[in-house]
């Protein structure tokens, strides 16, 4: 069978393209012939797809009017246009993962709206941003909102990937008809050691603090407690920069990432807004414990006082940090957060969307 994938630029494995990338190789071990379909499709990740047999097709230009955050840009343009392609693929199966490209598809698979997003973030956003966005925040409130009925209506299953993403959608007057969470590569993310090293907290900033709000982050770093941020530091404003207790590591492969998550104390997840959360379920997949707030994606993930810890207010999660570095926790912990992310693992998750394609070829 012929299944295509539409995607948000492929600029990059991590975020909301990575579902598609990990069920891709499922598929392809059941035997099925797998096309990666997307706007922006960077070279070097065209041809590690092609050397692992997947197919790859570009639909628009790699040019990008703000090119350091492409699906953004990729996004703002398809929510001004509203334009859609009647036909996008002769796959047998076709799902859509993009918030970018209109098209039938027999799923579509909904990560979140992008207005609520920039809503949660615009806190920390510099100036002219914050500005830009007060501005045009409510037309392209009401123009999304049009888009995401598209999607709807070209899609024979809208799919969520959380109870909180689905209630965003279900705001919307729109049905919900399936939840699946993202999956996750288990055999990849577990622990790489028996005896954690436990001297560092381990966090990720993202863009305008979307997984780690900057001043929670100070004042858990003022309070001594040491903090390894891995990811972009493009976006990290100076006041955190020289901090002696934050250490900027950069982009990590993902090796590195599994020895980071394993030996860390736990992480700090202290995010913005974040329908699903793929950091929480990495860092239980490696054996350890998560500190995050008691709301959205988070909050169906991690397991209060099993596999980590979720707390209401930012004073809450500060003095939880602060607590966790002066004193030990359970080490049953560790085995907790391992078997909570198998739960997650992407041969279990896979079965769901099997389904859905049974199904619907059953209804043909």
Not at 137 to 144: G, K, S, T, V
Not at 145 to 150: E, G, V
Not at 259 to 277: R, V
Request: glycine share 4%; hydrophobic share 40%.
């Amino acid at each position: 069978m012929k299944i295509t994938f539409i995607t948000d630029p492929l600029v990059t494995t991590e975020g909301a393209v990575r579902p598609s990338l990990l069920l891709a190789k499922e598929f392809t071990k059941n035997g099925h012939e797998v096309t990666f379909v997307s706007p922006q499709i960077d070279q070097g990740i065209a041809e590690s797809l092609q050397k692992k047999g997947f197919h790859c097709r570009r639909i628009g230009s790699n040019f990008s009017l703000i090119p350091s955050i492409p699906t953004f840009d990729a996004w703002a343009r398809q929510v001004i246009q509203q334009k859609a392609i009647k036909r996008i693929s002769d796959a047998d199966f076709v799902v859509n993962t993009s918030s970018c490209v209109i098209t039938p598809a027999n799923a579509y698979y909904a990560q979140g709206p992008m207005v609520r997003t920039l809503r949660d973030i615009s806190y920390n956003m510099p100036a002219h941003y914050q500005y830009a966005y007060k501005l045009f925040a409510r037309p392209f409130d009401a123009l999304e909102n049009r888009l995401i009925k598209r999607f709807r209506d070209f899609s024979r299953v809208f799919v969520a990937n959380s109870a909180f993403c689905a209630s965003m959608y279900e705001d919307l007057d729109l049905l919900v008809d399936i939840i699946i969470y993202p999956p996750l590569d288990c055999t990849l993310f577990k622990p790489s050691t028996e005896k954690p090293s436990a001297d560092y907290v381990l966090t990720h900033l993202g863009i305008y603090g979307k997984e780690g709000d900057f001043q929670i982050v100070k004042a858990i770093a003022d309070a001594g407690v040491q903090v390894k941020v891995f990811g972009r530091t493009s976006f990290i404003p100076g006041f955190l920069k020289d901090h002696k207790n934050l250490h900027f590591l950069g982009r990590v492969s993902d090796q590195e990432l599994v020895e980071l998550y394993s030996n860390a104390l736990y992480t700090l997840f202290a995010f913005s807004h974040e329908p699903f959360g793929y950091i929480p379920v990495e860092s239980m997949a490696c054996g350890t414990p998560v500190v995050t707030y008691d709301k959205q994606g988070p909050s169906e993930t991690v397991v209060h006082l099993k596999t980590g810890w979720q707390e209401h207010t930012d004073q809450q999660l500060v003095r939880r940090a602060l607590n966790l570095w002066k004193s030990e926790y359970p080490s049953r912990l560790r085995t907790e957060c391992r078997s909570r992310a198998l739960t997650f693992d992407t041969r279990r998750i896979v079965e769901k969307w099997f389904a859905i394609l049974n199904v619907q070829k059953a209804s043909e």
